[in-house]
């Protein structure tokens, strides 16, 4: 049996050895840099969660779109902050065949440019408004950074951009808050817990008013953005020269938002439900979400008796409209397919052997808690569908509760530089709203700024550590990927 890996105290490792272990995603053996390969365990999951984030959208009309791969750099370049927050890690195709090409073509880093140039054909009244795309698609950006897998790839295969045009400033605002909501409802539903921050001004999105960011805590105290909403004003329609009538008659720029969630969903998703056994799948999720294994025992009768009972067990889950799996390998012993079924976090093992067989039962065991209980098989779908709700309401708390452990509240530097630097998580200090304050904190911190909560979190009574005037609110910092 292969040595399994700490999930708290050593958590890169715990990562890389869980995607390998169960099978989900392939990092470091494909011959380019940053490109990982997901496997059919890891697609079952990662097609589950992109369904979600379609349902999510598509109830608050959104309507999915598929734009080219390909952009021509003379539409990268319009907006000007856009193209320089981007400039340094594009891939271009420079060639057709062995031609040089007259405008070099970028692969997609995101997609503001291109969206928002066919916008300009099809969008002309305020009636059309507002108007909610979006696409599932991979982008690309050349990290120079360390590349890590489904956490800073080069190749980003599962990058859900919204796109939103409004006729007003104000709509442009209520959509901010509708895409808020909307990625609450995504990471409640995975119970993957979130800090919602306002970034500061100069780590917002290139080209943005402003950006909205979630980030979780990784179990190494180290902080993962994972879904970000941006305010993009009228910067993109402007400099395409995108006008619309108005409902007054008047022509005017309309308003866009734009948000994004990646890869890394997938990797929270798998990492804060995690333990020293391997991942432990929310059940809605799991590609398996029964497995069954049979004990073998006894002599020929009893293991003809395991069988015929396995079948009918299997039969009733079935019916149940669940995911089962049965696990029958004969060359493998059952300690062995426990392991193997952990590591993959299937919510729920039943074990069969002759006992079981003769009283019509089966011995259940919790992923997340390892709780055994015999369960009578006319009993089976009633007690797994209360048991998945109840892994479901486990996991989402454990892990809230753990990311809540991890944030310090704090108007002493010191003890934020102390929480920060042992990598226990965020520390909140209060803050005057000075941005030369926030850069010095993040100096002194040696960390960087999340920004301040949102909503706006009030300070009054507590003092900017760096120059001593009133704080307005707080503001975030953290060791981040
Ligand atoms: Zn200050």
Redesign the pocket.
Known sequence: MVSRERWESNYPRWFDWVLEEAEIYDYGRYPVKGMGVWMPYGFQIRRRVVELIRDALDRRGHEEVLFPLLIPETLLRVEKEHIKGFEDEVYWVTHGGLEPLDIKLALRPTSETSITFMENYWIKSYRQLPKKYYQIVSIFRYETKATRPMIRLREVTTFKEAHTVHDSFEDSERQVLEAIEAYKEIYDSLGIPYLISKRPEWDKFPGALYTIAFDTIMPDGRVLQIGTVHNLGQNFTKVFDFKIQLSDESHDYPWQTSYGISDRIVATLISVHGDDRGTVMIPSIAPIQVVIVPIPAGGDEDRVAVTRHVARVLKVLEEAGLRVRVDDREEVRPGAKFYYWEARGVPVRLEIGPREAREDTVTLVRRDTLEKSIVPVEELPSTIKRVFEEIYENLKERAWNYMRSRIKRTENLGEAKEWVSQRRGVAEVP????D??AARMEDELEAKSLGTPWPREDATGSR?P????DAVTWIRYAKTY
């Open positions: 803050w005057c709203g000075n030369e304050c900017c760096i120059c001593g005037r």
